[in-house]
T-cell receptor
Framework: GAGVSQTPSNKVTEKGKYVELRCDPI?????LYWYRQSLGQGPEFLIY????????DSGLPNDRFFAVRPEGSVSTLKIQRTERGDSAVYLC?????????????FGSGTRLTVV | GENVEQHPSTLSVQEGDSAVIKCTYS??????FPWYKQELGKRPQLIID?????GEKKDQRIAVTLNKTAKHFSLHITETQPEDSAVYFC????????????FGKGTHLIIQP
């Protein structure tokens, strides 16, 4: 596709429910990143994939958060037992493999609201 | 881990004047420093970046300087225009940028007409 696509654009869920957020990267981009941006804050790194494997998941806040990228393209961020503090915009970005790194393109994000 | 501090949190300048936003980082292994601009309700967009092997980079009205010894870098915008109004984020990364970025908290730049 032309850019990074994220769905849904908005998601409202009740506390305790399970949610899945989807990211469709730019075609051919092997690196994929998830960030979380709370109101008035900068994006916070969660996890990044090189191909199908998670190269760095050190930013996942706890074991309620999990992400997969089974075929090295689309990725799903999964949040179990959602809490109100999980409310944020979840941003996905992708980049081609290799250096020099020339920055990446963010998707429009999924605004998650936990009520 | 890396910690990035950004100042000021809000900056108001007259149209046509210059704006400077400053960031410091803690991890001396960081070697890639991008700046993102985010307009209200939109995604962050890369406007300029610098790597640790250079001290300054310029692109039209925007420039970034890096002082590795002091571990700080700055964004300079000259001849500011109304469309420059946005939130600006600095970030730092190891691994040339291919690893995850650590962002500052952002600077809300307001251009007064």
């Amino acid at each position: 596709g032309a850019g990074v696509s994220q769905t849904p654009s908005n998601k409202v869920t009740e506390k305790g429910k399970y949610v899945e957020l989807r990211c469709d990267p730019i075609s051919g981009h092997t690196a994929l990143y998830w960030y979380r941006q709370s109101l008035g804050q900068g994006p916070e790194f969660l996890i990044y994939f090189q191909g199908t494997g998670a190269a760095d998941d050190s930013g996942l806040p706890n074991d309620r958060f999990f992400a997969v990228r089974p075929e090295g393209s689309v990725s799903t961020l999964k949040i179990q037992r959602t809490e109100r503090g999980d409310s944020a915009v979840y941003l996905c970005a992708s980049s081609p493999q290799g250096l020099p790194f020339n920055g990446y393109t963010f998707g429009s994000g999924t605004r998650l609201t936990v009520v | 881990g890396e910690n990035v501090e950004q100042h000021p949190s809000t900056l108001s300048v007259q149209e046509g004047d210059s704006a400077v936003i400053k960031c410091t980082y803690s991890d001396s292994a960081s070697n890639y420093f991008p700046w993102y601009k985010q307009e209200l309700g939109k995604r962050p967009q890369l406007i300029i970046d610098i790597r640790s092997n250079v001290g300054e980079k310029k692109d039209q009205r925007i420039a970034v300087t890096l002082n590795k010894t002091a571990k700080h870098f700055s964004l300079h915008i000259t001849e500011t225009q109304p469309e420059d109004s946005a939130v600006y984020f600095c970030a730092a990364s190891k691994g040339g940028g291919a690893d995850g970025l650590t962002f500052g908290k952002g600077t809300h730049l307001i251009i007064q007409p």
